[in-house]
């Protein structure tokens, strides 16, 4: 690799692969040991081309979710089959992975700077900042940002733009699909909130059986279909719909509370 060689955002290539290796290596027991990612749809993975790749996905932890992303893709990509065994598939990791965050989250902190030259397109949330409720107009140049990243490479994106399950998904996701017309891959996590705390760095639980699905691409009409067509499609494919939302007794949760214990003693938790 030449050690000059910088991605469309002026980032060096042998630091981003470097921090992406020790990153990689530092974060993989969380995944692989203390607790088990159990993984669907690899194959999915092995057929998206190189460039203009969209992923959209619920959101449970600040970073973890994302860590996670990266080791399923580069494992996916180097030939493994639903399963991150052996980290070494991060020796030749795939540069052009990028997430879409909020500009103050990445910047709070040495840890998010250093993650935010990982990958991140960092944009200003048009809806909070800094806690408050804000409302203001999206920047031209965080859209260009975005599309220079798919024209690049793959990009996550999490459409309820916060970790808050109450909160909608947002719009802004459906324009950068009627934009730039990417191949558009939804994935479902779970388990991660469990596992770690709200930005995903401590360990909060041990013996968690977290699951990451990856579904087959959406079918968009990027010509016809209307913005809430989009963000109807997006709701229902990573599971965020109003309809997914379910109030259970304490009997029921408790049910369900033991067959995932069953679930984690399956898989040697």
């Known amino acids: 690799m030449n050690i000059f060689k910088r991605n469309p955002f002026g980032h060096n290539l042998l630091i981003k692969k470097w921090l992406i290796r020790i990153l990689g290596f530092l974060s993989h027991q969380r995944f692989n040991r203390f607790n088990k990612l159990k993984i ?108 220079t990243a798919l024209n690049d490479g793959w990009v996550i994106t999490f459409p309820r733009g916060t970790t808050d399950n109450s909160k909608p998904v947002r719009p802004g996701t459906a324009h950068i699909i009627k934009k730039n017309k990417p191949i558009v891959v939804p994935i479902v996590i779970d388990g991660f909130r469990r596992s770690f705390d709200k930005k995903g760095l401590r360990i909060k639980k041990r013996g968690i059986l977290q699951s990451f699905i990856i579904k087959e691409p959406l079918e968009i009409d990027y010509e016809n279909d209307e913005i809430s067509d989009i963000v109807t499609k997006i709701e229902y494919a990573i599971e965020q719909h109003p309809s997914f939302l379910k109030v259970i007794s304490s009997k029921e949760y408790a049910k369900e509370e033991d067959e995932l214990h069953k679930k984690r003693k399956f898989w040697n938790l």
Do not use: C
Request: no cysteine.
């Open 40 to 147: 669907e749809g690899s194959e999915v993975i092995k057929s998206l081309p190189e460039n203009n790749v969209l992923f959209v996905s619920n959101h449970q932890t600040y970073f973890a979710d994302v860590f996670a992303m990266f080791h399923v893709f580069n494992a996916s990509l180097s030939g493994r089959e639903d399963s991150i065994k052996n980290v070494m598939y991060l020796w030749q990791p795939k540069l052009n992975i990028y997430f879409i965050a909020a500009k103050e989250t990445m910047k709070d902190g040495i840890f998010p700077r250093i993650l935010a030259y990982v990958g991140s397109v960092s944009i200003d949330r048009t809806w909070r900042s800094k806690g408050e409720e804000v409302n203001r107009q999206v920047k031209m140049s965080d859209i260009s940002k975005i599309g």
